[in-house]
């Protein structure tokens, strides 16, 4: 089922973890459009909250998240405190019911233990939360330890994503992360013992010096752990954008075709060992919630990639984080400094974003079906969005290429990625993205 053609793999697109994309959002969106999307919101409506912490004790070289290395202490209870301010100004205008709190960053964990039990005591007391809340954090393996993992049961986590990218030590040094198997390993043993019984794990291909052998063997000792869940990025290398990602010698980078071959090669390995495949790069064990929602048809894309979260609207909190509404994505100001000024005046940072048309989100829905079911009919959603089918007519033609291809199916108003084509859902995606421009330096690779 796996095809490689050359020029498809090779062109540049979004990830869609939005619609429109973060490359569209501008200044012209913020704080007064933050604040009548929050109060728009209905009571009782289900939201879930996303948690920016934008520090980290390393900085990985290959990493596009907005993290900083942490330093002092101090800047880390700057940070937190005017973090409280952002959630007593939000909760104060939300009336919506929080269903789902995701902590990412940088990592979670660089904050102090008793000051993540703090943080989310404030989340229960200030927002009306679920009695079944889950609470899911992004975690760094090199910096947790049992007393880290015990501290996170008491803050009531019952979800952790481990960063393991690769267990093959010559591209962990290559990528300024050396984590060996062992410590990652013990990492999953102490939240299992703790109590935490959902453990996923990242990892990547496309990285400096990757062969098929060391993903080959990263694959392997990360079955070996049996995460519930298992994420497989391709990496994204953009030097020009991304500072950091300069320290990675690009001349050691797989080419278009080696990495279409690791993609492949991650893809057989992990649904042989009873994985089912999630959109395009994420797998999950059988009974798992996300397995058992793209089952269902409740599949969601969101800023935290595939998830089964029900919440009508995310609410972002923290430098950088990104809120989504069904009329408005808009984004904090990213600048921690900065964020915490806005913070402390008025409590609301919102800086840039854009206003959803009603054409952004029917297309928006098109593009999330398409990469969570793998099939959409038109015609069905643009009722469903009270809207005519006539704009839609030439995206259907743009589908010509891969239809040729075999890699998609139209039949009337409905079209469907076909199994040679998941690899390349993202390109049948980006036909019906009215904003997209191909640019090979704005965007990650196809595959």
Not at 64 to 73: E, L
Not at 358 to 365: F, K, M, S, Y
Request: include cysteine.
């Amino acid at each position: 089922m796996h095809r490689y053609i050359p020029d498809l793999a090779s062109r540049s697109v979004p990830r869609y973890t939005s619609y429109p994309t973060a490359a569209e959002f501008h200044d012209r969106v913020g704080v007064a459009d933050q604040a009548a999307a929050l109060a728009a919101v209905a009571l009782g409506t289900p939201v879930s909250l996303y948690v920016h912490i934008p520090y980290c004790h390393e900085i990985c070289w290959y990493c596009g998240c907005n993290t900083g290395a942490i330093g002092r202490p101090e800047r880390m209870a700057a940070y937190l405190a005017a973090l409280a301010q952002e959630i007593d100004a939000v909760a104060a205008r939300l009336r919506g019911r929080v269903v789902a709190v995701h902590f990412g960053g940088g990592s979670p964990n660089a904050v102090p233990a008793e000051d993540f039990i703090a943080l989310t005591d404030l989340l229960r007391e200030r927002f009306d939360c679920a009695e079944r809340l889950e609470i899911a954090a992004e975690l760094d393996p090199r910096t947790l330890d049992r007393a880290y993992c015990d501290a996170l049961v008491a803050a009531g986590v019952t979800r952790v994503s481990l960063g393991a990218q690769t267990f093959a030590r010559h591209i962990q040094e290559k990528i300024n992360r050396v984590q060996p198997y062992a410590m990652v390993s013990r990492a999953v043993a102490d939240l299992r013992a703790a109590g935490i019984a959902a453990v996923n794990l990242d990892l990547m291909y496309g990285l400096p010096g990757q062969t098929a052998d060391d993903l080959t063997e990263t694959l392997e000792l990360a079955l070996d752990l049996a995460p519930d869940r298992i994420a497989m990025f391709g990496y994204a290398h953009m030097p020009r954008l991304l500072p950091r990602q300069r320290m990675i010698d690009d001349a050691l980078l797989p080419d278009a075709a080696a990495r279409f071959q690791q993609s492949a090669l991650a893809h057989d390995v992990l649904t042989a060992a009873d994985y089912a495949a999630i959109g395009f790069d994420h797998f999950a064990r059988a009974g798992d919630s996300l397995a058992v929602a793209a089952t269902e048809g409740r599949l969601r894309r969101n800023f935290q990639g595939f998830t089964d979260e029900p919440g009508e609207a995310i609410i972002g909190l923290g430098a950088s984080s990104i809120s989504q509404y069904p009329g408005l994505l808009v984004q904090n100001e990213k600048h921690v400094g900065r964020y915490r000024l806005r913070a402390a005046n008025g409590g609301l940072a919102g800086a840039r974003g854009i206003v959803r048309s009603a054409d952004d989100r029917l297309r928006g829905d098109i593009i999330e079906r398409l990469l969570c079911d793998g099939s959409v009919d038109l015609s069905d959603l643009a009722r469903t969005h009270g809207a005519c089918l006539g704009p839609l007519h030439g995206a259907l033609g743009g589908l010509r290429d891969l239809a040729a291809h075999d890699l998609v199916r139209v039949q009337g108003w409905r079209v469907t990625v076909r199994d040679e084509g998941r690899a390349y859902a993202r390109l049948v995606a980006a036909v019906f993205d009215v904003y997209r421009q191909p640019d090979a330096q704005r965007f990650s690779r196809a595959v």
